[in-house]
């Protein structure tokens, strides 16, 4: 009887003594010149955060900063557009980590624009007002195949609908046909399949009801992930992202249930692990140095973290080849093999 209070004392104590950890400001709060919208972060290859907005301070026009060990600083000139903007949307290129930032120039073409930081001035990425009408809610991310960047909005050239664009070295060009969706699009969220590498894009679809729909292009069209409008009712601010199995997982705010958060996943086989490992077999694994490929064909062969970044290149002609992962800390990583017949995936554990 005399322990019992004891261990309910100690016990006590240890709660009240837990470490209480709490959210913290990254820099001075409130940073920006004026009141900001369309706020787009992600984060560059050196980890540093990254914040593209609609600047009032600057006469609606788009401004990227980054955190810079204590300060935000700007990325070049703030209020770089040339004119007010719109839907901004901020990305890093894996192949020489600038930010490229996607927006909606609010002028007479209301057209999609893409511009890059160059290191010292932003510039255009092809030609500047490239969609065929007024771009709604842009969502720009690159393909883990080629590195080339995708902007996905709704084209009111197009009654609004999906639109995907890719820019392929010297001009834009469409991915599949121009506005495949059943109809207007709202809130559109692009994203790429860790699997094949193909384009995903979720919306709320005005054609069926204002619900949520996911496509993808199959590389030759765009077909439904699972049946078009598969939400409980209605949805807002939809968003787009894979695990690491390659499951599709989209979240939005639901009409369906009193305008709270919903987060749903589409239930079907990945097929990461299924027949293609007949062409691509990764030994030993888990691993703590080398990684031995042996795969049918050949072709180019890419390590990459669960972010989809590219760590490890290398070309692969022999039927068995090693590769170095000494370096790599411990974690999961996917091996994709390229060529001219396929994309395969496979994954390895990095002791």
Same mark, same amino acid.
């Given at each position: 009887m005399v322990l019992f209070p004891v261990v309910v004392y100690a016990q006590q104590n240890w709660v009240k003594s837990s470490p209480l950890y709490e959210w913290v400001n990254v820099g001075n709060a409130g940073f920006s010149a +004026?009141?900001?919208t369309?706020?787009?972060l992600a984060f560059s290859p050196s980890e540093q955060p990254y914040v593209a907005y609609i600047d009032d301070g600057n006469n609606q026009r788009t401004t990227v900063m980054k955190y810079e060990g204590a300060n935000w600083v700007n990325v070049g000139i703030p209020g770089f557009s040339e004119?007010?903007?719109a839907y901004t949307s901020l990305a890093f290129s894996p192949?020489? +980590?600038?930010p490229y930032v996607a927006y909606t120039d609010d002028n007479a073409n209301l057209k999609a624009t893409v511009k890059k930081f160059d290191g010292t001035n932003w510039v255009n990425v092809g030609m500047a007002n490239f969609s065929a009408g007024y771009a709604y809610y842009n969502?720009?991310?690159f393909s883990p195949t080629d590195s080339l960047p995708y902007v996905a909005y709704g084209d009111l050239a197009y009654a609004q609908k999906a639109t995907v664009m890719k820019f392929e070295g010297t001009s834009w060009v469409n991915v599949g046909n121009s506005g495949f969706s059943a109809g207007s699009v709202y809130y559109t969220s692009l994203a790429f399949s860790p699997y094949d590498g193909q384009p995903y894009v979720a919306y709320m679809d005005a054609g069926i009801t +204002?619900?949520?729909?996911v496509m993808k292009f199959d590389g030759n069209n765009w077909v439904n992930v699972g049946s078009p409008g598969f939400s409980a009712g209605e949805v807002e601010w939809t968003s787009?992202?894979?695990n690491s199995t390659g499951q599709p997982y989209v979240a939005y705010t639901d009409y369906g249930n009193s305008l709270k958060a919903t987060v749903m996943y589409y239930d079907a086989p990945t097929r990461i692990n299924e027949e293609q490992e007949s062409k691509l077999s990764l030994y030993p694994n888990p691993t703590s140095d080398q990684i031995t490929i042996a795969a049918t064909g050949g072709g180019q062969v890419s390590i990459m973290n669960l972010d989809g970044k590219e760590l490890i290149t290398s070309q692969i002609t022999e039927p068995k080849t090693q590769l170095d992962i000494s370096n790599l800390p411990s974690g999961v990583y996917f091996v994709r093999l390229t060529n001219d017949k396929s994309v395969v995936v496979g994954k390895i554990i990095k002791n």
């Amino acid at each position: 009887m005399v322990l019992f209070p004891v261990v309910v004392y100690a016990q006590q104590n240890w709660v009240k003594s837990s470490p209480l950890y709490e959210w913290v400001n990254v820099g001075n709060a409130g940073f920006s010149a +004026g009141y900001c919208t369309n706020v787009s972060l992600a984060f560059s290859p050196s980890e540093q955060p990254y914040v593209a907005y609609i600047d009032d301070g600057n006469n609606q026009r788009t401004t990227v900063m980054k955190y810079e060990g204590a300060n935000w600083v700007n990325v070049g000139i703030p209020g770089f557009s040339e004119v007010p903007s719109a839907y901004t949307s901020l990305a890093f290129s894996p192949s020489d +980590g600038q930010p490229y930032v996607a927006y909606t120039d609010d002028n007479a073409n209301l057209k999609a624009t893409v511009k890059k930081f160059d290191g010292t001035n932003w510039v255009n990425v092809g030609m500047a007002n490239f969609s065929a009408g007024y771009a709604y809610y842009n969502s720009l991310a690159f393909s883990p195949t080629d590195s080339l960047p995708y902007v996905a909005y709704g084209d009111l050239a197009y009654a609004q609908k999906a639109t995907v664009m890719k820019f392929e070295g010297t001009s834009w060009v469409n991915v599949g046909n121009s506005g495949f969706s059943a109809g207007s699009v709202y809130y559109t969220s692009l994203a790429f399949s860790p699997y094949d590498g193909q384009p995903y894009v979720a919306y709320m679809d005005a054609g069926i009801t +204002g619900n949520a729909s996911v496509m993808k292009f199959d590389g030759n069209n765009w077909v439904n992930v699972g049946s078009p409008g598969f939400s409980a009712g209605e949805v807002e601010w939809t968003s787009l992202a894979f695990n690491s199995t390659g499951q599709p997982y989209v979240a939005y705010t639901d009409y369906g249930n009193s305008l709270k958060a919903t987060v749903m996943y589409y239930d079907a086989p990945t097929r990461i692990n299924e027949e293609q490992e007949s062409k691509l077999s990764l030994y030993p694994n888990p691993t703590s140095d080398q990684i031995t490929i042996a795969a049918t064909g050949g072709g180019q062969v890419s390590i990459m973290n669960l972010d989809g970044k590219e760590l490890i290149t290398s070309q692969i002609t022999e039927p068995k080849t090693q590769l170095d992962i000494s370096n790599l800390p411990s974690g999961v990583y996917f091996v994709r093999l390229t060529n001219d017949k396929s994309v395969v995936v496979g994954k390895i554990i990095k002791n």
